[in-house]
């Protein structure tokens, strides 16, 4: 009894300390970077009445509203800060390093869970979607709930546990529409289970489960089938190639180097194995090697084969999706696999024999994590902040103020303080004939003109800014990450036109200024 206690002392204070150092990761620098388009959009929308939070997430989104919903209420209490909206992300990031705890526990034991919670605190595709307004880091614990709730269902089913699984698994459907792929994969691994003749299975009961889930998803069915058909016009998301997939599995990682570790450790879960025999002979060191024998078997092939098919069904399924219906397929839409592929890591680690071994293959993968995450943190992410607040200061009464693509529209709601007139040149799918269609149109009868050029690879600056210099001198130019802005004046007004800040020349190829 008292080796027990210690035991769990050990192990729990060990999760306490990956959980702190978890917590340090997604709270360190949250608030460094502007928001993005997306996060910009969840204030958006999350601002709303929630009825119009329901109607603006069929008509201009493709994911559920439950993470807007809470949102809603997270900004009420803490308010609309940069700091406050992404802490709620940080706080479901953290929440996940348990919860994986116990997944891996399940599956295979204490030391499996415990590593696979410190890969996962320091993951840094983790890491980033935790400082990200978005609903990826709810999508992962989420997904973590789900999955440990339906491992305890088979193992020993009851009212409690029942419940806690149809709970847990009917908000990962209203979070993000990958949470199906999990889903799928419960159900492919309870039909295996029956095939195979899994007597503690009670099928009936499993069936009443996913009932109750489709009926309580049954309010959104028919929203889904509708943001469904948009994706199906409108495929903003490449088609994926198999490149595609090799550089979803580095994000999961963290690096190529990470990646050739993993997937060396993954196959090694399969996988225990200790000496038998061994003599040294330093006199006859090949004869020495000989008489080495090692006893090598198999081990927890379930619980390794059940993380493999969530891997696979979470980025096989969309990928032959899009590859013959619509583009779906996106790596942050897939991030609860990441996971699984963390507790496969973890069994690899469990297996090795020696423990200095262990101890030396955790250090390789804090070290090597340690590489991105110091990257991330020290990268400039676009500077939506500094382009809106400058264009503010230097603002004048009359200006008109483009912004090609439009979808960028979100951000400057956040950050813009005073009144501009702004117009926005198409979406990333317009076409550039309608783009400049919009532009003539509003232009007419304005003598200075802003020009914000967000993610230029997307925007055809070289046609728009051939159309104003038509009518107007270049007198400024800034270039910021991620922005470039322009301004334009009539030539009839401004007669001895000045570039402030910039040169003319090479415009696109200035530097972003911090």
Known sequence: MEFARRTITKYGIALLAIVFLGLVLRVYHLAAQSLSGDEAFSFWISTLRLSETVHYAVTIDVHPPLYYFILHYWMLLFGTSA?????????????????????????????????GALILAISPLNVIYSQDARMYSLMVLLGLLSTYFFLRFLQKSNGLVAAAYILSTTLLLYTHVYGWFVVITQNIWVVALVLSRNRALRPKSWV?????????????????????????KAPWIPLPTL????????????????LILFFGLCLLSLFTYRKKNASVDWKAP???????????????????????????????????????????????????????????VAAGIRNISHNYAKFAVIAVIVLLSAFPLQAYYTTTA???????????????????????PGDHWPVFRYYNYKTMNLTLLGNTVSSTADR?????????????????????????????LNA??????????????????????NRSVNSS????????SGFADQPATR
């Open 286 to 344: 090949l004869k020495a090697l000989k008489s080495y024998s090692w006893a090598v078997r198999t081990s927890n092939v379930r619980s390794v084969l059940f993380l493999v098919l969530l891997i696979f069904t979470l980025n096989a399924v969309p990928f032959v999706i899009s590859r013959f219906y619509a583009s779906i397929y996106d790596a942050r839409y897939t991030i609860a696999a990441s996971v699984a592929l963390y507790l496969l």
């Open 436 to 464: 400049m269609k919009i532009l003539y149109s509003a232009i007419n009868g304005h003598n200075r003109v802003w020009l914000v050029v967000a993610n230029v690879s997307y925007s055809p600056t070289a046609q728009i």
């Open 83 to 115: 700091f406050a909206m992404r802490l709620l992300s940080a706080l479901f990031g953290v929440l996940a390093i348990p919860m994986i705890y116990l997944v891996g526990r399940q599956l295979f034991n204490k030391e499996a869970g415990l590593v």
């Open 382 to 404: 676009p500077q939506a902040r500094e382009t809106i607040n400058f264009v503010d200061q230097n603002l004048k009464s009359g200006d008109l103020v483009l912004l090609s």
């Open 208 to 232: 009443t489960l996913q009932v109750i889930i489709v009926l309580l998803f049954a309010p959104w069915i028919l929203e889904l089938i509708s943001q469904i058909s948009k994706v199906e």
């Open 243 to 258: 490149t595609t997939l090799t550089r979803t599995f580095t994000a999961y990682s963290g690096t190529e180097l990470l």
């Open 497 to 504: 036109p000045t570039v402030a800040n910039e040169s003319r």
């Open 468 to 489: 104003l210099n038509g009518s107007y001198e270049i007198t400024l130019f800034k270039s910021y990450a991620g922005y470039q802005v322009y301004l334009f004046e």
